[in-house]
């Protein structure tokens, strides 16, 4: 069931299937949720599976003045509480796992279980991050697909990307995050193997997976992805050793 819903003062398209307990997913920068029309969607036969298009993204037009981190994530709070109606498991790929970061910071007793895929949680994170300056250095194909579904027209691309550019800048602590934490990533990532494994020693209730051979993995390993993201939200892992795995004594490397 598609539509739209004003949260947080924007209209936002998004689309809900299945039953079950509800599962976000938050599609990445300058994309939209089709992100997930192949990979994650497919859980609603487990989940009740919401798609949003996040503010000037998609079917969802941008709203006038800047943008930074604490709107976006208010943006889906409000969607949480006036659509989905109770906490949900939020699973977010790239920015949009930014975003996901910094509503478990916000609103912890909204969220089940945390999915970050090729997210870091600040810019040194990343491999490389889009310039301030505009929309010119942008694929053909990403600007092509922002002009078909925008109710702003191929025009307003150029303002939307320099909005957006510097919202991975603000920094993040994933250190506060309480809920059990999946990070995926992979081997060719978006995002520094060192800064996810920082961030994997970071969250008190993290499980790390990095798929192999891999760059864009809800594109190159969907029925791996899917099936990782599955089982991590419906089993807890099993331990068989009191060890906490994530945690390195102090004096690792003293002589």
Same mark, same amino acid.
């Given at each position: 069931? !598609? ?20 599962? =976000? +997913? ?16 497919t859980?609603?036969?487990? %989940?009740?599976? %919401? ?5 000037? @993204? ?19 709070? !409000?969607?949480? /509480?006036?659509?989905?109606? &109770?906490? !949900? ?13 910094? =509503?478990?910071?916000?609103?912890? &007793? ?20 889009? /310039?301030p ?7 053909? /194909? ?5 002009a078909e ?7 307003? %691309?150029?303002?939307m990307?320099?909005? *957006?550019?510097?919202?991975? @800048? ?34 008190? @209730? ?10 864009l ?5 969907p029925?791996?992805?899917?099936? +990782?993201?599955? /089982? *991590? ?11 906490? @795995?994530?945690?390195? #004594?102090?004096? =690792?490397?003293? #002589?």
């Open positions: 069931m !598609a539509g739209y819903a004003t949260v947080n003062g924007v209209r936002t398209w998004y689309d809900v299937a299945g039953d079950g307990e509800p599962l =976000v +997913l938050l599609h990445g920068g300058f994309s939209d949720s089709a992100d997930f029309d192949d990979n994650l969607r859980l609603s036969g487990q %989940f009740r599976v %919401f798609v949003l298009d996040r503010r000037a @993204h998609g079917r969802t037009a941008d709203v006038a003045g800047p943008v930074g981190i604490t709107a976006l994530a208010d943006d889906v709070i !409000a969607f949480l /509480e006036q659509v989905v109606g &109770e906490p !949900a498991h939020l699973a977010g790929y790239s920015s949009g796992g930014f975003v996901a970061l910094a =509503v478990a910071l916000r609103r912890p &007793e909204l969220v089940r279980r945390l999915v970050l895929m090729n997210t870091a949680a600040d810019k040194n994170g990343w491999v490389v991050l889009p /310039e300056d505009g929309g010119a250095d942008f694929p053909a /194909e990403v600007v092509d697909r922002y579904l925008s109710p702003d027209g191929r025009d307003h %691309f150029a303002t990307a320099r909005k *957006f550019a510097t919202v991975e @800048h603000e920094g993040l602590d994933p250190a506060g995050v309480g809920c059990p934490t999946l990070l995926l990533g992979a081997d060719d990532d978006i995002v520094h193997l060192s800064h996810t494994l920082e961030m994997y020693r970071a969250i008190p @209730h993290a499980a790390l997976a990095i798929l192999p051979g891999t760059h993995l809800l594109w190159e390993r029925q791996q992805c899917t099936g +990782l993201v599955a /089982e *991590f939200l419906e089993t807890d892992p099993l331990r068989l050793m009191p060890i906490r @795995h994530h945690r390195e #004594p102090d004096n =690792v490397g003293s #002589p």
